[in-house]
């Protein structure tokens, strides 16, 4: 039987590497590094707000701006801090599972820093250049247009499953 009146049982701040299987133990570790800088209090939890300052003094904003914009996000769900098993759990819940349509969605939804119903050409070329591709204009006006059978150089997220689905053998 419960007791009654006793404490609220707090959530485990433990990282299981089981339950992140998308990160590696050294990429586990590396974040908690990242943390251990931006946690003030010693309490294992960050302002992310903080985190975006010094990632604008970076130019990560400017370099990468999909990391930066999903950090924005987080920052939005965790106005009052965020623990390293939260983020990590988060991160690889927003790059989601691409083997399934909720997945897929959701890494549309990431990549879709604009808020429209769409992944434009433009956006395309800044991803490309975020993960260091050298990958021409017409590539991928091509590869989208003709490959993937999208109008207008536009994706929209049923587009974007397909381009997605799509296999080459």
């Known amino acids: 039987m419960a007791k009654k009146g006793g404490a609220a049982k707090k959530p485990s701040t433990e990282i299981d590497p089981a339950k992140l299987p998308d990160?590696?133990?050294?990429?586990?570790?590396?974040?908690k590094e990242a943390f251990a800088i931006f946690d003030k209090s010693g309490k294992g939890i960050i302002n992310l707000q903080d985190m975006l300052t010094y990632l604008q003094g970076l130019r990560v904003n400017e370099k990468y701006f999909t990391i930066y914009s999903m950090i924005q996000k987080l920052a939005r769900e965790f106005p009052k801090g965020i623990s390293v098993k939260e983020f990590l759990e988060h991160v690889?819940?927003?790059?989601?599972d691409i083997e399934t349509g909720g997945g897929l969605t959701r890494l549309f939804e990431l990549l879709n820093t604009t808020g429209t119903p769409f992944l434009t050409i433009q956006r395309f070329e800044q991803?490309?250049?975020?993960?260091?591709?050298?990958?021409?204009?017409?590539?991928?006006?091509?590869?989208?247009?003709?490959?993937?059978?999208?109008?207008?150089?536009?994706?929209?997220?049923?587009?974007?499953y397909r381009m997605m689905s799509k296999r080459t053998f």
């Open 127 to 160: 991803l490309a250049k975020e993960i260091g591709e050298n990958v021409t204009r017409d590539d991928l006006v091509d590869l989208i247009e003709n490959y993937y059978e999208c109008p207008l150089d536009k994706v929209d997220v049923d587009s974007f």
């Open 92 to 96: 690889q819940w927003m790059f989601g």
């Open 23 to 31: 990160f590696s133990a050294e990429e586990i570790e590396e974040v």
